[in-house]
C-alpha cells in the first residue's frame, strides 16, 4: 500500500478506468448471464442500508424484520405458509446451506457415507458441496427431454441416501424437472429433498399467477424440503442476494451456532457478518413490484425467448437443442463447433456461454435484452455462418 494517499478525482479516474474494461448490461451484448441490470429502487434501498450488519441482529432490529419479511413472501410465493430461511449471497450459498442440514439430518440416525442423488444438469454449486462435506455423488441419468429420469430413481436409493435434489430451472437449458413425481418418491421413502429455483422460483410463480395452466415445481409437493429461490437473478435486486426456503423450523436449527457475545444468541447462517443491504433491496422490489409487476417482467422475457427460438429454429444450419421453458435456447450449427463459433462472436462483441451437457451454444434471455439486440444478433450470427 502507498505511504500517502491519493487524491479523490484521481481515485475516481483510475475507478472509471477500470470500469471501462467492463461488459454493461445495458450494452445488450451480454447473453450468457442469469444476472441482469439492479432495479434503481433495489439499488436505492441497498444504499440505505449499507451499513447494517444481519449477523449482528440485535443491532438492526428494523432490518432483521425486513429479512423476516422477506422469507415469509418467498415462502408465500412458493405456496408455503411458513417459511424459515434467510437471505444469503446466492443460489451457491443457499445450496450449501440445504445440502448441510440434510448432512446433520442424516447423521442423526446414519453414520455411512452419505450419498446424494442430483442429475448431471445440477449446477456446479453442488460440486463444491460435494467436496466440502464429502458426500458421494449418485448421478440420475437425464431423460431425452434432458429431465431427471424419473424411473431411475427408486433403484437408486440405498440406507446411506442423504438427499435428492431436482432443479426447476436448469442452468444450461432452463428446463424443469418433474418435481411432483420426484417429491412423491423421496416423501413415500422419507428422504430430504431439496429443490434448486435458483432461477425458477423468481420465474415460475409469475407464470401461474393468473393461469389455469400451473406448472407444480414448490412446497405444493408434500416431499419438498427445501428451495433455493435467488433474487438477485430474475427478481432484478443487486448481488449479492440469494434466498433459502426450508419447509420446517427444526431444518433451519440444524444451522444454529451459538453467538455468546453478540446482540442475539446464535447465528443459523452460514457466514457471519453479513449485509442487511441485500434484504433491504429485496424487500423494496418485492412491495415495489408485486405478482403484477414481476408477472410483466417475466412475460416479456419469455416473449423474446419465444422469439429468439422462433428466429433460430427457421435458421438453415441452426439445431435448437428444445423448446424453451423459462428463460434460455441452446443451439448448435451444422459445420461450426460451438467453441469457435462462440470465440467468433466475441469479435462482434456478444458474450454467449457453451453448455457442457449438451454441448451447445447457450442464451440467457434476462431483462436486460430487448428485441433489438436480439435482431442484431441474429444478423451478426447469419455473417458468421455465412449465411
Ligand atoms: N443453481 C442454479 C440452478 C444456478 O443456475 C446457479 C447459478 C446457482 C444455483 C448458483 O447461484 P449463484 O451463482 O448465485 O451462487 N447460475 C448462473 C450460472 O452459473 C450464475 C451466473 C450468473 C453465471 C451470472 C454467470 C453470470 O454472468 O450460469
Known sequence: MREKGRKKEDIFRDLSNFQDLDM?????KILSSMCTKPDPIGMEAYKMFIETNLGDEGLFKGTSMMEREVIKSLGNLLNLDHAYGHIVTGGTEANIMAMAVAKYLFEEENDGIPEL????????????????????PVYVSLNDDYKIDVSMLEELITDNTMAMVAIAGTTELGLIDDIPCISKIAK??????????????????????????QINFDFRCKGVSSMTI???KMGLAPVPSGGIIFRKKEYLEKLAVKTPYLTKDKQTTIVGTRTG????ATWALLNYYGMDG????????????????????TMNHVNVIHKPELNLVSFTVDNMDVDILQEKLKYYGWQVSVAEYPHAIRIVLMPHVKKQHINQFIIDLKEVLNL
Request: a positive charge; charged letters at 20%; glycine letters at 4%.
Open 24 to 28: 454493461t448490461f445495458d450494452s445488450g
Open 294 to 313: 414481476y408477472k410483466k417482467i417475466v412475460m416479456d422475457t419469455i416473449n423474446l425467448t419465444d422469439y429468439t427460438y422462433n428466429k433460430l429454429r
Open 188 to 213: 413415500s421413502n422419507h428422504i430430504y429433498l431439496h429443490v434448486d429455483a435458483a432461477l425458477g422460483g423468481f420465474m415460475i410463480p409469475f407464470l401461474n399467477y393468473k393461469n389455469n395452466n
Open 117 to 136: 442423488i442430483l442429475p448431471k444438469s445440477a449446477h456446479f454449486s453442488f460440486k463444491k458441496i460435494l467436496s466440502m462435506f464429502s458426500i458421494k
Open 230 to 232: 435467488d433474487p438477485h
Open 277 to 280: 443491504a441485500s434484504t433491504a
